[in-house]
């Protein structure tokens, strides 16, 4: 350790041991109180937001707020350690797949390939861009550094295939317009008719159907039915139906989320996973 | 006709629809096709607002700040607005600063659109215009609050690291006052920082050009007075090149979207006429 | 509003409805146990999973796009029912993630479930995976599941965004009976347009109480809808009050609403 | 000649072109192509989130700060981390389910700064949607002020129907046998469906937008068939 001494490691160490200590400990406890123990760690999780939030902060701070950071930051840390958990299962998924010579095996390949090609030189782009990883043929082609090799993942591959997997939801909007826009009952009547309304309000065609009503009068006051401008009512309709409806539904949202957050800190929640016995 | 065909009307093949999907989307690429434009209230009035701002001749020293939220990903949208509003800054010899708190922005921002047009109108970097550059997204806020009472202090330095004081356009630009007009091009949700930490009594005017899924949210700020123009998406871009007759690649893009739009709402009345002649046929059958 | 302090009615107002909510929970738990009414699109699960098993095809299940947060538990749960049923019908399940920490908890979600249903043996590694962290590439990879393995009914509860009706349309056409649910009301639309029954809003919330008649879940579930009646009157007092306001200028009774709106006011 | 063949081998651009091609493909029969680079796709994603998973969160935050900075208790974050993988083992598993469950804690923490934030406001901005229940005095000179008048209050009581049928929609714990509460929830149940549908048309341009530009990037960017 740069800048450290035998000291520091000797810190590290009983770091260390003190924390695999209390979780010997935890795992020595009695089985039947194993639900507590979880009950009672996940009440301390949330405790610290719930305190922050209703300690009063008279200068908009109080003795709680400053450890936020370091809160959210061992959150943070302590959660990145779970990737493993992911790139563990989807390897394991494709390495299998390879070892059997299941159908499709080649894909797996290339899954893996480019994987450790984008964690390679990923990171050497972090710590030395500027090092060579393909050297130069003479007369076929240049050489090429991490950062180049970086940029060809980043930029040519993974920012373009996201795009354009985005972009494949224009095809699949259209498909789902013409099956779905059907005058088949009341409700699927009520979401078509409000889509076209919107949909011609929005482009030049539409609004060319209804700019012969001008805006303003002669005498250069406001034209009352400008309102009936094809582009007005679809704003209106946005605005004076979409809003309100908005509003009911967060209302039934939150509290769900309030009373889900609730049941979850309080340990009461029940199904499968919290009903096991441990 | 028969029932068959009518059930056809309401089972085309969705390759079919994706194939003359794809082909309205890219003709217009390649051909104008020269539909008219009617401009939106919301277009008009960002329009407006700037040529007001432009005929003010207490303006001529002061800054329109050019503010990019967007990246590559939103390009489709934000850049041909950000091109549209650029060109008339410059048809109208407004002097402007452009500041992003995204990325990638800058880049693309600096390159597609300002460094063409600059050389297109003869604008000359430090003169006419500015780079403020990229600040991280966790200091945007104290930026924009910063801004308010002293420009130069919180921006410092240009995007090439030279200080900003050394440029003739930002000699007289020192506090909010100096601002003629703040212009927001953003995908995300910027707005609210804007206006409530640094306009003042809806001044200076602050304009507003998101991606259209998000326009629907501003309308009440639209109606308050907050927002004084917007530009809805790629309409907006069309719309506005329109309006300063200098019609490029935004009208092309919002003249495929007409006919995208016109193509998805034949193909409902289509769905809609086989649905209700299958459903006659049947019922003829039937009795 | 950061703290608490800030605006003490609001807060206190948080804790009652906390206490309502927990008060009906405790109730319940003692043997109330309330009824809720019908949600349509939930009855479906059951016959979706059925009628895979009849087709020899598995059932697809996605809890969103976002991390461990409660939506996402919330999804896991509502699957761990899903899960239950098809252990029951001896068919097979396949789960995709896009955080880590989700399948850990997935998994052990799953494997909990089909051990409820008395088939154990069915669970097998695999069964969910994890795809990667980003969004669109997390969308190819579920178009791609759903296609190669002729997905018969399809599953989408959680938080999720755009790649919403890549889901749902690519689901749609491999031919798969698709039940969904997200708090993100901009998709709703797109999956009502896409998937065979859809729960709305916060039907989200009370599917798990509605499949397992939980006491403690239907308990919650009724302590909310008191809460929904307790800040629509709220608001109808407010309502009242403003509009009064604008027809009495000055005078007490004008003082009394202004002091009834401002306490009601939340910054 | 070969100046154009060398911009369409950039293997930036060909990657990029090649790619976003094969993706596309889907929409028409999933292929071997899509195949490809859904592989490639996926593999790319996964060492990008094993990258930035390092240097967004390890390195500055727990690496820097153990090895430069001198805060050794970082070191008792990796026992706590270490206990996810117990998910693997029969004997440890229930310690999986203790970091999961401070996550659960976590997560639940927030809802009450959450609720009082984000929601509150919104229930009050529901007292006045359109500032005021009872429309402002006319502005003198208004020929068409009557008609503005009626449209606010309508547009209120409009505004203020559609909360109301949509909370009640949305209560489960009473049986709608009720007259009035079924049809109001069954009104509430409509305007939901009408509100979707402007949901839906709103947002097609963006969609349609994203789609464009992709095509933009195939015929300018890569082909330079088309003069922007």
């Not at chain 3, 000055?250 to 009394?256: E, F, I, M, Q, T």
Request: glycine fraction near 8%; hydrophobic fraction near 50%; proline fraction near 4%.
């Amino acid at each position: 350790m740069p800048g450290h001494g035998a000291a520091y490691f000797g810190k590290l160490a009983f770091g260390l041991v003190v924390m695999f200590a209390i979780l010997a400990g935890l795992q020595a406890a009695p089985r039947r109180s194993r639900k507590i123990i979880i009950a009672f760690f996940t009440f301390l999780g949330g405790l610290y937001f719930a305190l922050e939030f209703f300690y009063p902060a008279p200068s908009g701070e109080n003795f709680l707020t400053g450890y936020q950071p370091l809160v959210a930051g061992l959150g943070a840390v302590i959660g990145s350690f779970a990737i493993g958990l992911g790139v563990f299962s989807l390897v394991q998924l494709h390495l299998r797949t390879l070892s059997r010579l299941r159908p499709g095996w080649g894909y797996s390949i290339v899954l893996l390939v480019s994987f450790v090609a984008m964690t390679v030189f990923g990171l050497m782009n972090e710590y030395s861009p500027n090092a060579t990883v393909i050297p130069t043929v003479g007369g076929l082609w240049q050489s090429q550094n991490a950062h180049g090799m970086f940029r060809f993942l980043f930029s040519g591959g993974l920012s373009n295939l996201g795009s354009a997997t985005f972009s494949i939801i224009a095809f699949y909007i259209a498909s789902a317009a013409y099956r779905a826009f059907r005058l088949r009952s009341i409700e699927a009547t009520l979401l078509m008719a409000a889509a076209l309304i919107v949909m011609v309000g929005s482009v030049s065609f539409g609004t060319a159907l209804t700019a012969g009503i001008h805006p303003k009068l002669t005498d250069g006051s406001e034209n009352p039915w400008a309102n009936l401008r094809i582009e007005n009512i679809a704003q209106w309709l946005l605005m004076e139906v979409n809003t309100p409806a908005q509003r009911g539904i967060l209302f039934g949202l939150t509290l769900g989320l309030l009373a889900t957050s609730l049941r979850y800190w309080l340990s009461l929640e029940r199904g499968a996973y919290f009903d096991k016995e441990l | 006709m028969n029932s068959t065909l009518w059930n056809r009307l309401q089972t085309i093949d969705r390759r079919i629809i994706y194939a003359v999907l794809l082909l309205f989307i890219i003709i217009p690429l390649f051909i104008d096709i020269p539909l008219p434009t009617y401009p939106s209230k919301q277009s008009q009035d960002f329009y407006d607002t700037l040529e007001k701002v432009a005929a003010d001749k207490g303006n001529a020293n002061k800054i329109v700040i050019v503010n990019g939220m967007w990246s590559p990903s939103t390009r489709g949208e934000n850049q041909w607005q950000a091109e549209a509003l650029i060109t008339h800054l410059m048809q109208k010899h407004l002097h402007f600063a452009t500041l992003t708190f995204d990325t990638q922005n800058d880049t693309v921002m600096q390159t597609s659109v300002v460094e063409p047009l600059a050389k297109k109108y003869g604008y000359v970097y430090g003169r006419d215009y500015v780079n403020w550059g990229y600040r991280p997204n966790a200091v945007y806020v104290i930026t924009i609050k910063g801004l308010v009472t002293n420009i130069p202090g919180t921006i410092k330095k240009d995007a090439h690291g030279t200080p900003i004081t050394s440029f003739a356009v930002m000699k007289n630009v020192k506090t909010r006052s100096d601002v003629a007009a703040v212009v927001d091009i953003t995908p995300v949700e910027s707005t609210e920082t804007w206006l409530g930490l640094f306009e003042q009594n809806n001044s200076p005017p602050y304009l507003f050009a998101p991606t259209a899924v998000m326009a629907p949210t501003y309308y009440p700020y639209l109606d308050s007075g907050q927002i004084q123009g917007m530009l809805t998406g790629i309409k907006g871009a069309g719309d506005y090149e329109g309006l300063l007759h200098t019609k490029s690649f935004g009208s092309r893009i919002a003249s495929a979207l007409s006919l995208v739009y016109a193509l998805i709402i034949l193909l409902v009345i289509i769905g809609n006429v086989g649905h209700f002649a299958t459903r006659a046929a049947k019922r003829r059958e039937a009795s | 509003m950061q703290h608490a302090s800030e605006n003490w009615w609001v807060s206190g107002l948080v804790v009652l409805l906390s206490l309502i909510i927990i008060g009906k929970v405790l109730s319940a738990q003692r043997g109330r146990v309330p009824f809720i009414r019908r949600i349509p699109g939930l009855n479906a699960i059951d016959e979706a999973v059925g009628r895979a098993t009849e087709m020899g095809r598995p059932v697809m299940m996605v809890p969103g796009i976002s991390g461990l947060d409660v939506v996402t538990l919330q999804a896991l749960s509502i699957f761990s029912y899903v899960a239950r049923a098809v252990a029951r019908f001896g068919n097979k399940s396949i789960m995709a993630t896009i955080d880590p920490i989700v399948t850990g908890v997935a998994e052990e979600t799953l494997r909990d479930a089909y051990a409820d249903a008395g088939r154990p043996e069915l669970f097998e590694e695999g069964d969910v995976r994890y795809l990667t962290g980003q969004q669109f590439a997390f969308a190819t990879g579920v178009a791609g599941i759903l296609i190669r393995e002729k997905v018969a009914a399809s599953f989408l509860f959680g938080a999720f965004y755009a790649e919403s009706l890549i889901f749902a349309e690519v689901g749609q056409q491999v031919g798969a009976i698709q039940v969904a649910g997200t708090t993100q009301t901009n998709q709703i639309p797109f999956l009502i347009a896409a998937c065979d029954y859809v729960v709305i809003g916060d039907e989200f919330y009370a599917a798990s109480a509605y499949l397992s008649r939980d006491p403690t879940l239907l308990g919650s579930i009724v302590g909310q809808d008191y809460c929904k009646l307790l800040l629509l009157g709220i608001i109808l007092i407010g309502i009242i009050s403003t509009s009064l306001l604008t027809l009495i200028h000055g005078g007490p009774v004008a003082h009394l609403l202004h002091t009834l709106v401002d306490f009601l006011k939340v910054k | 000649m070969t100046e154009y063949l060398k911009h369409l081998l950039d293997p930036v651009l060909l990657f990029g072109a090649l790619g976003t091609i094969a993706i596309l493909s889907l929409v028409f029969k999933e292929n071997r192509f899509y195949r490809l680079f859904e592989h490639i796709f996926l593999g790319l994603a996964l060492g990008y989130d094993l990258e930035l998973t390092w240097t967004t969160v390890l390195k500055p935050q727990f690496w820097d700060a153990m090895v430069h900075d001198g805060q050794w208790a970082w070191i008792m974050a990796v026992p706590v981390g270490l206990m996810f993988y117990g998910v693997y083992t029969q004997r440890f598993a229930w310690m999986s389910r203790l970091v999961f469950g401070i996550f659960f804690g976590l997560a639940a923490g927030t809802a009450f700064q959450d609720f009082s934030a984000r929601f509150m406001p919104q229930v009050t901005r529901s007292f006045a949607p359109n500032k005021s229940l009872i429309p402002p005095p006319p502005t003198p000179g208004d020929p068409h002020a009557l008609l503005h008048q009626v449209s606010f209050v309508l547009n209120n009581f409009l505004f203020l129907g559609i909360v109301v049928c949509v909370l009640v929609y949305f209560l489960f714990a009473f049986e709608q046998k009720n007259r009035a509460v079924l049809r109001t929830a069954q009104l509430g149940r409509w305007v939901l469906m009408f509100s979707f549908g402007a949901i839906f048309g709103s947002t097609i341009m963006t969609r349609m937008a994203l789609l464009i530009d992709r095509m933009y990037f195939i015929f300018h960017d890569w082909l330079r068939l088309v003069k922007g």
